[in-house]
């Protein structure tokens, strides 16, 4: 049901670590809770992230949500395809709707995050 | 999500029908309604395009009856419904002495008298005013509350006429808008009224309680041919908000009089007496403090409920309703302004997240179906 690759936050977040990189973004689960996603507001290249701070929001139709970061680091890039299309969000959460890109400052955050298995569960999956 | 510790939440006739549709379930003014079976957005677009079914047997269907049930009414409502022929209606609204909203509502004329339909979330609220008026007056007038037995289902849509013409024999091309019929739908005994909360041409079908579901199959399956889809209260809200029509709890409640909320048409001063009758003529006379505007957001971010409005750098009012319009693809708001600041074309800001965000006022409703073809 969730990506195996991926590592989740409780704020149904996930993030994809690649070296000292990593890509994060919301899981199909959130974007589901949500509904249709009609807007996406994150930090620009540079800002600084710390784990599960509210970092952006994301907005449906019907409310405001806050975007969570799962883990801490520097913004290398955002995903600007979202300025045109929030809706990736809800079609591809977990590939063309990634948010942003991080530079990791401690991977050993990863720690607190769980695995898909455990994701699942939280969900109800 | 979780089961757990959920009020007595009222449930409407089709609620096994709209869970089985894989509908999401929310709390609404005390009762489990369908805020969307799969997406706000498509369910919208299928009432602005083709035809959506709603369930709104949540609202409350009031049965004025009796000797002096117009004399009552007329004394009860703002608007004059001594001007109804039967199978007329009208938007109203009930205000209090002092001018303030008890609820928005629509009076039909029926062959026993006027049925008032209120808000589910003011149905007690309707129900405790309307026998506080009668027996202060002392009218030869009965209220009846009939919303427990009366199913209300609404097709909605410029293929809705189409849709309903396949199981009635009612002439529709006859019934025009804010009118109402009694009739046969798919068998069913319905009162059939041309009315609706979308900007859309459409239908509102009350019908008995314990009918409901067999009316509700026999649409949702006539229905198919003509793109119809169940629809619920999110795209009810964002079909109202484009069409520039008030929700009640939004953009209209005790502390707003029908004149700031561009009502004041509804409201006849020369009917005779009526209650909230001299506050509202001060008002009418003097003009409204603030008035409600229509915004179009010009920088990056969707205003919401609650949020503040700056005019030149100062707060000067609230955001009553806001989206992105899925017709217009833009965000798009109501807002009480000053009535010195309200104009179309006039530059304010919104406060999103601690941020002035540029709004331009434009004309109402930001919606407006077209018109059907000539011939």
Redesign the interface.
């Known amino acids: 049901m969730f990506p195996d690759d991926l590592r989740y936050s409780r704020e149904h977040e996930w993030v994809r670590v690649d070296g000292e990189q990593a890509t994060i973004g919301i899981t199909s689960f959130a974007a589901n809770?949500l509904?249709?996603i009609?807007?996406v507001?994150t930090p620009e290249a540079g800002a600084t992230l710390s784990q599960f701070a509210s970092f952006g929001?994301v907005?449906?139709?019907?409310a405001?949500s806050d975007l969570y970061a799962p883990i801490s680091g520097e913004v290398m890039e955002v995903n600007d395809a979202l300025r045109d299309q929030p809706e990736l969000l809800n079609t591809a959460p977990f590939e063309d709707g990634w948010i942003a890109r991080i530079k990791l400052s401690d991977p050993g955050e990863l720690d607190a995050l769980l695995d898909a298995a455990a994701y699942a569960e939280l969900t109800?999956g | 999500?979780t089961d757990a510790a959920a009020p007595t939440l009222l449930r409407t006739p089709l609620h096994d029908r709209h869970v089985a549709l894989g509908a999401r379930m929310v709390p609404y003014a005390g009762w489990q309604m369908p805020?969307?079976y799969a997406?706000?957005?498509?369910e919208h677009r299928t009432v602005r395009g083709a035809v959506g079914l709603f369930d709104l047997s949540h609202m409350g269907e009031v049965q004025i009856a009796g000797v002096e049930a117009l004399a009552f009414t007329r004394y009860a409502v703002v608007s004059d419904p001594g001007s109804l022929e039967p199978g007329q209606a009208q938007y109203s609204m009930l205000c209090d002495a002092d001018g303030g909203i008890i609820d928005d509502l629509i009076v039909y004329r029926t062959d026993d008298g006027y049925l008032i339909v209120c808000n589910a979330a003011n149905h007690a609220a309707v129900l405790d005013h309307l026998e506080a008026l009668r027996g202060h007056g002392d009218f030869d007038a009965t209220v009846e509350d009939r919303s427990e037995r009366t199913a209300l289902i609404a097709p909605q849509g410029p293929r809705a006429a189409e849709l309903l013409g396949t199981l009635t024999d009612l002439d529709l091309a006859s019934l025009g808008y804010y009118r109402s019929q009694r009739g046969t739908v798919a068998g069913i005994d319905c009162l059939v009224a041309r009315t609706g909360y979308t900007g859309e041409d459409g239908f509102e079908l009350f019908c008995d309680a314990r009918r409901a579901t067999r009316l509700w199959d026999a649409l949702l399956e006539a229905g198919e041919p003509f793109g119809l889809k169940p629809c619920g209260l999110?795209s009810r809200?964002?079909l109202r908000l484009e069409a520039g029509m008030p929700l009640y709890g939004n953009e209209l409640g005790r502390d707003v009089n029908p004149y700031e909320a561009n009502l004041g048409r509804v409201v006849k001063l020369d009917k005779g007496e009526f209650m909230g009758r001299a506050a509202l003529a001060s008002v009418q006379q003097a003009g409204p403090a603030r008035k409600l505007v229509g915004l179009v957001m010009r920088d990056?971010?969707?205003a919401?409920h609650g949020y503040a409005v700056q005019v030149d750098g100062a707060e000067a009012g609230l955001v009553t309703s806001g989206?992105?319009s899925?017709t217009l693809g833009e965000?798009i708001a109501m807002a009480y302004l000053p009535a010195a600041a309200a104009g179309v074309g006039g530059e304010v800001e919104v406060i999103v997240?601690d941020r002035p965000h540029r709004a331009e006022q434009v004309k109402l409703p930001f919606y407006k179906r077209p018109k059907p073809d000539a011939g």
Do not use: L, N, Y
Not at chain 1, 59 to 62: A, G, I, P
Not at chain 2, 39 to 42: G, H, L
């Open positions: 809770e509904g249709d009609v807007f507001e929001v907005e449906s139709v019907k405001v109800g | 999500m805020v969307q997406s706000i957005i498509d999110g809200d964002t990056t971010a969707i919401r989206t992105v899925p965000p997240r």
